[in-house]
């Protein structure tokens, strides 16, 4: 077997493993027929009708990160949205114990990653009070390599 072969199973069954650890965690918590309730609401008419079950449809759409997410006592809120016609642009934050977490930047580029994996949303965007939680090197790493955008809601 090449290097890279060897590496790209290691690769993937890490990533197995993460996934089957997530999906128990995340079971722990949210009853699979809630779940799957969730997985299959519309998010555009949920947004505007009932924010929990909306924050709740989407952290079903997270992978591996949402039981990251959970189990370190963080979540995300949505700070602005709009309905375009190519559908829901939302404007994102991380809440709880994620804003001081060293590993928030990847946790950003996993939520933007797997929330426009769902057809209805358009863009996912964070808000740049996000960045004052970081320190100086995270808050350059983020702004470098993260693939993620940030808005100033202060200034339009």
Known sequence: MADDELVEWYRSQASESIDIE??????????????????AASLSKLIDT?????????????????AALQGHGGGIDVVEHSLTDNG???????TGACLSCGAAPGTLTSVKNDLEKDPEIFRIRFSTALLDTFDELGREFILKHGDVEFVDLNHP
């Open 50 to 66: 009932d924010k929990d079950d909306f924050l709740l449809a989407c952290f079903v759409r997270l992978g591996a990160v949402a």
């Open 22 to 39: 997530a999906e128990k965690r995340l079971a722990e918590t949210i009853p699979p027929v809630q779940r799957i309730r969730l997985q």
């Open 88 to 94: 829901l642009d939302l404007v994102l934050d991380l």
